[in-house]
């Protein structure tokens, strides 16, 4: 695909901080409408990436480009705009804990758009509910369990029916039921909003179940070491580490694919 036409496009990227380089010439294109997974052992700079990819850090070289148009070179304007497209949830501090979740949902509506009180209420109703929460909106995040804060943040990040959705680590801390219908239900947001998602998990079943499309780090060699659907990866990679990685097999496998 051209990279233009790419939803999201990664050209010779280096990621460091200060002289400690982290990933050097990553290069790959996340496609429209695949859910592309982020991939990589511990440390590897898989968040790093993430962050680099929300303009939350500054490569140290190479760029990042949103429909062929530059966020490296982007000025605060063109930023914005950029942002608003997007949907994200953090691993981590993903509620605001003394909002209701009706609350937290409608933060991203009051904060960019000029609908009325009426109009965000009936937008936050609807997307709680395409979440599985109709009624849970008076709730505090305390209220409720692991599994359901995780699908309110998702509510609240598709507030804005964004084009891209980013994860980190989705379904860290949660049961394999609730992490599987987490797994269904952003499977389903894209098949019905056609958003292109990607996200940074170390779950097997999450990466089989629902990615189209990967990057592998390596924290060794310090890059990309491969890309593509993980199934086939898992079967036909070159590289006999994301091969083990895929198969979580404890030791390296002889290399007989070449
Ligand atoms: N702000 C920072 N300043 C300096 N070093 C950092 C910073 N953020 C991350 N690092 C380092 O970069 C490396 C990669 O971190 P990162 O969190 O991106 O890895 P990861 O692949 O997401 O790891 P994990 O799978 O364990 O979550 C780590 O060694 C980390 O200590």
Redesign the pocket.
């Known amino acids: 695909m051209d990279r233009a036409d790419a939803a999201i496009s990664v050209a010779g990227l280096t990621m460091a901080?200060?002289s400690?380089v982290?990933q050097r010439d990553l290069t790959f294109n996340i496609n429209r409408g695949d859910i592309f997974v982020i991939m990589?052992?511990?440390?590897?700079?898989?968040?790093?990436?993430l962050?680099h990819l929300l303009g939350l850090l500054r490569p140290a070289a190479g760029d990042i480009c949103y429909g062929g148009e530059s966020l490296v070179r982007a000025d605060a304007r063109t930023r914005q705009r950029l942002r608003r497209s997007w949907g994200i949830t953090y691993q981590a501090g993903a509620l605001l804990s003394a909002m209701t979740l009706a609350e937290n949902v409608a933060l991203p509506l009051t904060h960019y758009t000029d609908y009325s009180t009426d109009a965000i209420a009936g937008i936050v109703r609807y997307k709680l509910a395409l979440v599985g929460l109709a009624g849970y909106e008076d709730y505090l995040p305390s209220a409720i369990s692991g599994g359901m804060r995780k699908r309110a943040a998702l509510a609240r990040a598709i507030a804005l029916d964004p084009e891209i959705l980013f994860f980190d680590?989705p379904s860290a801390g949660l049961d394999p039921i609730s992490s599987r219908r987490l797994d269904d239900l952003i499977l389903e947001l894209k098949e019905s909003t056609g958003a292109t998602v990607v996200l940074?998990t170390?779950e097997l079943p999450s990466i089989f179940g629902i990615a189209s499309n990967s990057v592998f780090?390596d924290?060794g060699s310090k890059t990309m070491i491969d890309g593509g659907d993980p199934r086939w990866l898992r079967d036909h990679s070159s590289q006999p580490l994301v091969r083990q990685f895929l198969n979580r097999s404890a030791e390296p496998e002889n290399d007989s694919h070449g």
């Open positions: 901080f200060g400690n982290l990589g052992g511990s440390g590897c700079g898989k968040s790093t990436l962050k680590e940074v170390h780090l924290a």
